[in-house]
């Protein structure tokens, strides 16, 4: 399966366990498609690893965390008053909100293979 806006990178916690990470951070327009994919990744994972979720370390396959940040940015137009000698603030209107997303999905090294495969990633991902 082809992803587009994940991009996991891969590590391995203390006891050896394999973990996924992927941040994608989009604008309003683009956050049903990073949704798609976050429900893709985690479908397959319930389809092919049933009643396996949970964390590894007391008996579990695979577990995953999401979480997601709506941030606003605020411009601001910025002058120099020389008589006064300081800066002049004059806040803008906010913009749309950047979307950012984190998945991570955790597992034993089965679990890890399998998910290297199904997603394309290279051993180093």
Not at 2 to 17: A, H, K, M, P, R
Not at 40 to 59: I, N
Request: hydrophobic fraction near 40%.
């Amino acid at each position: 399966m082809q992803l587009n806006y994940l991009s996991f990178d891969y590590s391995e916690d203390t006891e050896g366990t394999g973990v996924f990470e992927a941040v994608a951070s989009v604008w309003p327009e683009r956050v049903a498609a990073v949704h798609a994919e976050i429900v893709a990744v985690l479908d397959w994972a319930h389809r092919d690893f049933p009643g396996q979720r949970g964390a590894v370390g007391e008996g579990g396959e695979w577990d995953y965390e999401l979480h997601g940040l709506r941030e606003y940015a605020v411009p601001e137009q910025l002058a120099y008053d020389a008589a006064a000698r300081r800066l002049v603030v004059q806040p803008g209107l906010p913009g749309a909100p950047r979307h950012t997303l984190t998945l991570l999905v955790s597992g034993t090294d089965e679990f890890c293979s399998f998910f290297r495969q199904q997603f394309a990633l290279d051993k180093a991902a």
